[in-house]
């Protein structure tokens, strides 16, 4: 699943894109691509069309497209956006409508201007799209409860350790916990981690401030540095705006390094299973306490 920086990967294209872009039609191409907007598709396209779509925004994995009225038309469409996730295998690209519709294509947005049409792609159909209201912060309402992620200006560090060392859990447990810190999946975890020197399995209770600020500053790093190379692509299902592939997956000092030398150390990875998936670390590095 895209984590926060593929998810950042794919907001940037449609900020360049879409911004400022007027609504002309939507296709809703299987109805379980919009299965949470529970009134369902034909809904979904009515209410989208001549809306404009404005700067879209991303909280950890989670991106949505705020929507304006056009101008003198009479309807309330503000304060509203449409909730995009894109779950295992969802894309959304930017396509001229000369581009022949994909086998997995889900949804079709054709804007005004005739340029290239948004299209939301799912193989495994586990993403979606809705339309939520926002909050006063212009943060849709479903997904208020989610914590701020930690390329958010207001992210505290000092908040977040001591929520972090109140949780007495596994510091990898917390770090996937979206209520507490949003954004970071297992790839991410792993990394930081290991920046860090800590366990998966190191109570959060027996953290000091000063690991947490350790922990916090990995994560920043091993995102930037993913964001700089367009995120990680296991395979062709994350993609960019523009269908291209990623390639952070070629600096990673951890996952799915099981048996390959610690870059650090030269001991062996290990993989060990945590929470149904697999965990990578450095038995040497990063010792259980």
């Known amino acids: 699943m895209p984590e926060l ?3 950042e990967v794919v907001r940037r294209g449609l900020e360049a894109h879409v911004a400022g872009r007027r609504i002309a039609r939507v ?4 109805p379980r691509a919009v299965r949470r907007h529970l009134p369902g598709p034909l809904d979904f396209a009515a209410s989208l069309a001549g809306a404009r779509i404005v700067g879209p925004r991303r909280r950890g994995k989670y991106l949505w497209l705020p929507l304006v009225d056009s101008p003198g038309d009479g309807s309330a469409a503000a304060g509203r956006a449409i909730l995009g996730h894109l779950g295992m295998s969802g894309q959304l690209l930017l396509q001229p409508s000369s581009v022949p519709d994909g086998r997995h294509l ?8 005739e340029g290239p049409e948004l ?6 159909t586990f993403g979606g ?26 992210f505290d560090v000092t908040v977040f350790s001591t929520a972090l060392r109140k949780r007495r859990t596994g510091v990898k447990r917390a770090l996937l916990d979206q209520s507490l810190i949003s954004g970071v999946g297992n790839i991410y975890a792993d990394e930081a ?3 860090a020197r800590l366990h998966y399995a190191r109570p959060t209770e027996t953290l000091r401030r ?15 540095a993913a ?35 610690c870059k650090r150390c030269g001991t062996p990875i290990k993989r060990e299973k945590f929470m149904g998936r697999s965990t990578h670390f450095c038995p040497r590095c990063q010792r259980k306490r």
């Not at 299209?119 to 495994?124: E, I, L």
């Open 210 to 224: 000063t690991e947490v600020a350790v922990l916090i500053e990995s994560v920043h790093d091993v995102m930037k």
């Open 193 to 195: 981690l290991w920046r």
């Open 119 to 124: 299209r939301f792609v799912d193989q495994r």
């Open 227 to 261: 964001l700089a190379e367009g995120g990680t692509s296991f395979d062709s299902l994350y993609v960019n705006v523009n269908g291209e592939s990623g390639s952070a997956q070629i600096f990673l000092r951890v996952y799915g390094l099981a048996g390959h030398p």
């Open 129 to 154: 799209l809705a339309i939520y209201p926002v909050d006063q912060a212009g943060v849709p309402v479903e997904i208020a409860h989610i914590a701020l992620d930690p390329l958010e200006a207001a």
């Open 5 to 7: 920086p593929e998810v």
């Open 27 to 30: 296709d809703v191409l299987h």
């Open 106 to 113: 889900r949804v079709r947005i054709v804007f005004d201007d």
